[in-house]
C-alpha cells in the first residue's frame, strides 16, 4: 500500500533519529561512550561468561546489573551477582555513561544521578575505559591498564564470586525476594572482633544469630586475635577467613561456575552450577538447623524444621493470628488486648524456644515464682522455663531451673529435642486455654510473587510534543497497514498449517522444582522394581535419592495422554502449597519419558489401610477433616480454581502419624475464578462409582464435582463398603433398580427406628464397638448433603469443613458400644 508524501517525510525524518531496540554488545566502554536501557546494550567478558547491562526489575523500573551469560533456564530468569542501583531503580531511556572526566554515572530519562563512581581524572588527556572481566568484576581502569579507579568487587550486593577479596569494608545483604532485588533483612559482615557474622537488620531490631550468639568464637572454631577481616573464595571452591573459618565446596576443583551468595532466607550458601542438568547446585551451606535463622517467622511466630524434608515452615502460638499470608517475616499479632485490667493466666507449650528479648535470666528459681515475675511485669508476654547448668558455675555444679521472662517473644523455633518449655501469658477469659497447643501452619497466599510497580514520567521539553505526536501518528498508521497486509498473507496461505508455536506450548520448565535425570530415577527406584501403586495414569515405585530423602516416583505412561497429565500435574502442583497436599520435589522429561518425584507418605493411601485396623474412628474423622482442608484450598483459597476430578481412596496418601495428603494432580482442572460454569473439558475425568453425575450427563462442571467425590468417600469411610460393591436391588416405579452406596445409606437411615439402629448397621465392622455415635452421624448427614444429584444442592468444600470443625467444637465426645 501507498503512502502519502506527507507521511514519507515524517517517517523520513523519524527515521533519522530512532534507535534499533535489537541488542548491541561491547568489549569495552570507552569515555564520552553509553550504554542504554532503550538499545538493550551489554557489556560482555571475554570469556562470555558474563553480561553487564540494563534488567527489568519492575513495570518501568531497571537496575544495572551483572549476571551469567546463558546458563538461565528461562529468557528473564537471570542469576545475578551485582546490581549498582538495588535499591533505586531507574525508568526507561535512562543511561550508564562514561563521562570525559573519567566519572561513571548512572542517569535516568529526567536528568537525574542516582549513582556514581566518584572517580573524575585530573587531567582529561588520560584516557579510561570500563570492561566486564572474565572474572565477572565490573573495573574502570585507566587505558594503559596500570591503575584501576574502581571496581564492582569492592561493592558486592548478595554475592561473592571466586578470587573477589571479602573484606571489613565490604558486606553482603540479601534480597528481599526472588523477584525483588532491594536490600533484605540479613547481612554478612566483620564484627567489631574481627569474627565473619550473619546479622539479622530490620528497623526495629538487630540480632547475631552465626555463629550463634551465645557461643564464644573459639567453640565455633574461630578467633578475634586478629586485625587483618578479610576472607576470599578461591576458583577450586576452598573458603577461607582470617578469623579461622574454612571450607570447602562438596565438589572441590577446578571446573565448575561457582557463587557465595546470602540467600533471601538468611543462609549462606555456596553453589556450583552443573553444565548437565543447567542447575545451581547447593555445594555447602553455614546453617543445616533453618530455623535458627532469626526472623524467619516474625513475631510471635514459630518455626518448625522437617528435617526428611529440609523444609521449614511458619505457624501462630495460640491467641495470635497471621499478620501477612503473603510474607511469613510479618509474622502474627495478638487477638486480643494486653490491658492492666485482664486477668492473666500461663500455656505451656513443650519444646518451644524463644531466643532473646529476656528482661534478666533468674536461675533456681521455682515455677510459680517465675509465674509470679512474669504476672507482675506488665511488658512480659510470656517466660522460657529451662533446666540448665549456668554457664560460669559447670565447675560449681550447680543445677536447676532458669526463668527467663520475655518482653518480645521472637525466633521462635519447635525442636523436640529442646529440653525447655515457654508459658505464654493470654487472657482467662478466653478460649485459648481450651485449645490444643497444636500450631497451625502458615500457609504464603498463592498470588506469586508480588513486586511493586515503580513508574516513573518526565517532563519532556515542550516544543517537541507536536512534531512528535506527528511522527508517531505516521509510525502508526504505517504500521497498522503492515499488520493488515501481514494478517491477510496469513489467513490465505498459512491458515492450514500448525502452528509451531503450539508444539512449543507443551515444553515446560518448572523452574521451582528439581529436574532429575532419567538415570538418576531409574537407579534411586533400582530400575524400577520397588513398585507401590499403580493408577490409569502409571505405576508409583519407591525411590532413594541421592541426598538420602525417600521419595515417590510416579512413572507416567508414554502415550500422549500421559505427556497431557505431566504437564497439567507440574503446571498445578508448582503452585500449592498446603500441609493437606502432597508436595512435589522434582521431575523428569527425557523422550517420551515423563516421571514426577513426590515426597513418601510412610502409610501409603487410605485405600490401603481403610480395610484394616490400622486406623482407628478418631483417625477416620482426622483424615476427613484434613483431606476437605486440602479440597477447600484448592478450590477458595488460591488465586487459580482448582479442581482435582478424580477423589478416591487412592488419591488420599498419609503420612507417618495418617496425616491426610491429597495427591495425584493428573487430572486436574484449572479454571479461572469467573469461569465456574465451564464445561471445556476434552473428556469424562474420574473414577466409576466417585464420579459426579455431570460427567455422564454432559452438565456444567464446576468444583462440585470434587465435593460430590469426596461424599463418596465419607460414606466409603463410614461404612467400609465400596461404592462400586454390588447393592441389594429394589423396586421403584415396577422395575428393578440396582442400589448404590448411597441409596443404601439412605435406605437404612431412613427404615431404622433410631440413630443408633441405623449406626449399627451402616457402620464398618472393623469399627464396631469403638466409635463415636455423634461423628458418624454428622459425617453421614455431611456426606449425604455432598452426594445430592442437584449440583447447587451441594455445599461447599469450604462449608463442608466448618459443618465438620463446629461439630468437634460444639458437641460432646460420647463413644457407643
Known amino acids: 500500500?501507498?503512502?502519502?508524501?506527507?507521511?514519507?517525510?515524517?517517517?523520513?525524518?523519524?527515521?533519522?533519529?530512532?534507535?534499533?531496540?535489537?541488542?548491541?554488545?561491547?568489549?569495552?566502554?570507552?569515555?564520552?561512550?553509553?550504554?542504554?536501557?532503550?538499545?538493550?546494550?551489554?557489556?560482555?567478558?571475554?570469556?562470555?561468561?558474563?553480561?553487564?547491562?540494563?534488567?527489568?526489575?519492575?513495570?518501568?523500573?531497571?537496575?544495572?546489573?551483572?549476571?551469567?551469560?546463558?546458563?538461565?533456564?528461562?529468557?528473564?530468569?537471570?542469576?545475578?551477582?551485582?546490581?549498582?542501583?538495588?535499591?533505586?531503580?531507574?525508568?526507561?531511556?535512562?543511561?550508564?555513561?562514561?563521562?570525559?572526566?573519567?566519572?561513571?554515572?548512572?542517569?535516568?530519562?529526567?536528568?537525574?544521578?542516582?549513582?556514581?563512581?566518584?572517580?573524575?581524572?585530573?587531567?582529561s588527556h588520560s584516557p579510561v575505559k570500563l570492561q566486564l572481566d572474565d572474572s565477572g568484576n565490573l573495573v574502570l581502569r585507566t587505558s594503559d591498564g596500570e591503575n584501576t579507579l574502581w571496581?564492582?568487587?569492592?561493592?558486592?550486593?548478595?554475592?561473592?564470586?571466586?578470587k573477589q577479596l571479602f573484606t571489613k569494608d565490604t558486606r553482603l545483604i540479601s534480597s528481599r525476594s526472588k523477584n525483588n532485588f532491594s536490600s533484605g533483612n540479613y547481612k554478612l559482615f566483620f564484627d567489631n572482633d574481627n569474627v565473619l557474622r550473619l546479622l539479622y537488620h530490620v528497623p526495629q531490631i538487630s540480632s547475631l544469630y552465626w555463629p550463634p550468639a551465645w557461643e564464644w568464637p573459639y567453640e565455633a572454631g574461630r578467633t578475634t586475635y586478629n586485625d587483618t577481616r578479610t576472607a576470599v573464595l578461591d576458583q577450586s571452591g576452598y573458603f577461607i577467613s582470617s578469623d579461622g573459618l574454612e571450607f570447602s565446596a562438596a565438589d572441590l576443583g577446578v571446573g565448575p561456575l561457582r557463587r557465595l551468595t546470602l540467600d533471601l532466607d538468611g543462609n549462606l550458601r555456596l553453589y556450583s552450577f552443573e553444565e548437565k542438568t543447567k542447575e545451581w547446585v547447593v555445594s555447602w551451606q553455614a546453617i543445616l538447623?533453618?530455623?535458627?535463622?532469626?526472623?524467619?517467622?516474625?513475631?510471635?511466630?514459630?518455626?518448625?524444621?522437617?528435617?526428611?524434608?529440609?523444609?521449614?515452615?511458619?505457624?501462630?502460638?495460640?491467641g495470635y493470628k497471621v499478620k501477612n499470608d503473603s510474607d511469613w517475616s510479618s509474622g502474627c499479632e495478638p487477638e486480643f488486648s494486653f490491658s492492666n485490667h485482664t486477668e492473666y493466666d500461663f500455656l505451656n507449650i513443650t519444646h518451644l524456644e524463644f531466643y532473646g528479648y529476656d528482661t534478666g535470666a533468674f536461675?533456681?528459681?521455682?515455677?510459680?515464682?517465675?509465674?509470679?515475675?512474669?504476672?507482675?511485669?506488665?511488658?512480659?508476654?510470656?517466660?522460657?522455663?529451662?533446666?540448665?547448668?549456668?554457664?560460669?558455675?559447670?565447675?560449681?555444679?550447680?543445677?536447676?531451673?532458669?526463668?527467663?521472662?520475655?518482653?518480645?517473644?521472637?525466633?521462635?523455633?519447635?525442636?523436640?529435642?529442646?529440653?525447655?518449655?515457654?508459658?505464654?501469658?493470654?487472657?482467662?477469659?478466653?478460649?485459648?486455654?481450651?485449645?490444643?497447643?497444636?500450631?497451625?501452619?502458615?500457609?504464603?497466599?498463592?498470588?506469586?510473587?508480588?513486586?511493586?510497580?515503580?513508574?516513573?514520567?518526565?517532563?519532556?521539553?515542550?516544543?517537541n510534543r507536536k512534531l512528535n505526536f506527528l511522527l508517531w501518528f505516521a509510525v502508526t498508521v504505517g504500521l497498522v497497514e503492515m499488520v493488515c497486509i501481514f494478517l491477510v498473507w496469513f489467513f490465505l496461505f498459512m491458515g492450514n498449517e500448525d502452528s509451531v508455536a503450539i508444539k512449543q506450548g507443551y515444553t515446560l520448565a518448572a523452574t521451582g522444582l528439581k529436574k532429575f535425570t532419567y538415570g538418576e530415577l531409574k537407579k534411586a527406584t533400582k530400575s524400577f522394581t520397588r513398585e507401590i501403586g499403580r493408577g490409569a495414569g502409571g505405576v508409583v515405585y519407591r525411590a532413594l535419592l541421592s541426598d538420602q530423602r525417600v521419595a515417590a516416583v510416579k512413572h507416567l505412561n508414554d502415550a500422549k495422554q500421559g505427556e497431557a497429565e505431566f504437564l497439567t500435574e507440574l503446571k498445578t502442583i508448582e503452585k500449592l502449597n498446603h500441609m493437606n497436599l502432597i508436595e512435589m520435589w522434582g521431575y523428569?522429561?527425557?523422550?517420551?519419558?515423563?516421571?514426577?518425584?513426590?515426597?513418601?507418605?510412610?502409610?501409603?493411601?487410605?485405600?490401603?489401610?481403610?480395610?484394616?485396623?490400622?486406623?482407628?474412628?478418631?483417625?477416620?474423622?482426622?483424615?476427613?477433616?484434613?483431606?476437605?482442608?486440602?479440597?477447600?484450598?484448592?478450590?477458595?483459597?488460591?488465586?487459580?480454581?482448582?479442581?482435582?476430578?478424580?477423589?478416591?481412596?487412592?488419591?488420599?496418601?498419609?503420612?507417618?502419624?495418617?496425616?491426610?495428603?491429597?495427591?495425584?494432580?493428573?487430572?486436574?482442572?484449572?479454571?479461572?475464578?469467573?469461569?465456574?460454569?465451564?464445561?471445556?473439558?476434552?473428556?469424562?475425568?474420574?473414577?466409576?462409582?466417585?464420579?459426579?453425575?455431570?460427567?455422564?450427563?454432559?452438565?456444567?462442571?464446576?468444583?462440585?464435582?470434587?465435593?460430590?467425590?469426596?461424599?463418596?468417600?465419607?460414606?466409603?469411610?463410614?461404612?467400609?463398603k465400596s461404592p462400586a460393591a454390588a447393592f441389594h436391588s429394589y423396586e421403584k416405579e415396577g422395575m428393578k433398580e440396582h442400589g448404590t452406596l448411597v441409596t443404601w445409606v439412605r435406605e437404612k437411615k431412613n427404615v431404622a427406628g433410631s440413630k443408633e439402629a441405623w449406626i449399627k448397621e451402616t457402620v464398618d465392622p472393623m469399627i464396631a464397638g469403638n466409635y463415636d455415635v455423634n461423628k458418624i452421624e454428622i459425617m453421614v448427614e455431611v456426606a449425604l448433603q455432598c452426594v445430592e444429584e442437584d449440583s447447587k444442592a451441594r455445599p461447599s468444600m469450604s462449608k463442608v469443613v466448618e459443618m465438620l470443625l463446629s461439630f468437634e467444637d460444639d458437641h460432646d465426645q460420647s463413644s457407643y458400644a
Not at 535489537?22 to 570507552?30: A, Q, R
Not at 571496581?151 to 571466586?162: A, C, G, K, N, R
Not at 489401610?609 to 490400622?614: A, F
Request: overall charge positive; some cysteine.
Open 588 to 720: 523428569c522429561a527425557e523422550g517420551k519419558r515423563r516421571l514426577l518425584v513426590y515426597e513418601y507418605m510412610e502409610h501409603g493411601s487410605l485405600a490401603d489401610n481403610l480395610h484394616s485396623n490400622s486406623i482407628s474412628w478418631d483417625k477416620r474423622f482426622e483424615i476427613a477433616v484434613g483431606t476437605a482442608k486440602g479440597l477447600a484450598y484448592l478450590h477458595d483459597e488460591c488465586l487459580e480454581w482448582v479442581l482435582h476430578c478424580d477423589i478416591k481412596p487412592q488419591n488420599i496418601l498419609l503420612d507417618s502419624n495418617y496425616r491426610p495428603k491429597v495427591a495425584d494432580f493428573g487430572l486436574s482442572k484449572l479454571q479461572s475464578r469467573g469461569g465456574l460454569n465451564d464445561s471445556s473439558f476434552s473428556r469424562i475425568r474420574g473414577t466409576r462409582g466417585y464420579m459426579a453425575p455431570e460427567w455422564v450427563y454432559n452438565l456444567p462442571i464446576t468444583s462440585k464435582v470434587d465435593v460430590y467425590s469426596y461424599g463418596i468417600v465419607l460414606l466409603e469411610m463410614v461404612t467400609g
Open 363 to 463: 536461675p533456681n528459681v521455682t515455677l510459680q515464682e517465675c509465674k509470679e515475675k512474669c504476672m507482675n511485669l506488665s511488658s512480659c508476654k510470656g517466660f522460657q522455663y529451662k533446666f540448665n547448668i549456668a554457664k560460669f558455675e559447670i565447675a560449681e555444679k550447680k543445677l536447676g531451673f532458669t526463668c527467663y521472662p520475655k518482653t518480645s517473644l521472637f525466633n521462635g523455633q519447635h525442636q523436640p529435642g529442646f529440653s525447655g518449655d515457654i508459658y505464654l501469658k493470654l487472657p482467662k477469659s478466653n478460649h485459648f486455654f481450651n485449645q490444643t497447643t497444636t500450631f497451625k501452619v502458615l500457609t504464603l497466599n498463592c498470588k506469586g510473587n508480588i513486586t511493586q510497580a515503580i513508574n516513573r514520567s518526565y517532563e519532556e521539553p515542550r516544543e
Open 289 to 318: 538447623q533453618l530455623c535458627t535463622v532469626h526472623g524467619i517467622c516474625g513475631p510471635n511466630g514459630v518455626c518448625t524444621y522437617a528435617p526428611s524434608t529440609g523444609r521449614r515452615s511458619c505457624s501462630c502460638l495460640p
Open 151 to 162: 571496581q564492582s568487587f569492592d561493592s558486592p550486593t548478595d554475592t561473592i564470586l571466586p
Open 1 to 123: 500500500m501507498a503512502i502519502s508524501a506527507f507521511q514519507f517525510v515524517l517517517l523520513l525524518s523519524l527515521l533519522q533519529t530512532w534507535t534499533p531496540s535489537s541488542s548491541t554488545s561491547f568489549d569495552v566502554l570507552e569515555r564520552g561512550a553509553s550504554l542504554s536501557e532503550k538499545t538493550n546494550d551489554r557489556l560482555i567478558s571475554p570469556n562470555g561468561v558474563f553480561s553487564a547491562g540494563f534488567l527489568s526489575v519492575g513495570e518501568n523500573a531497571f537496575g544495572f546489573a551483572i549476571w551469567y551469560s546463558n546458563i538461565n533456564i528461562l529468557p528473564n530468569d537471570h542469576t545475578v551477582v551485582w546490581m549498582a542501583n538495588r535499591d533505586e531503580p531507574v525508568g526507561r531511556k535512562s543511561k550508564l555513561s562514561l563521562l570525559k572526566n573519567g566519572n561513571l554515572i548512572l542517569k535516568d530519562a529526567g536528568r537525574k544521578v542516582l549513582w556514581s563512581t566518584a572517580t573524575a581524572v585530573a587531567s
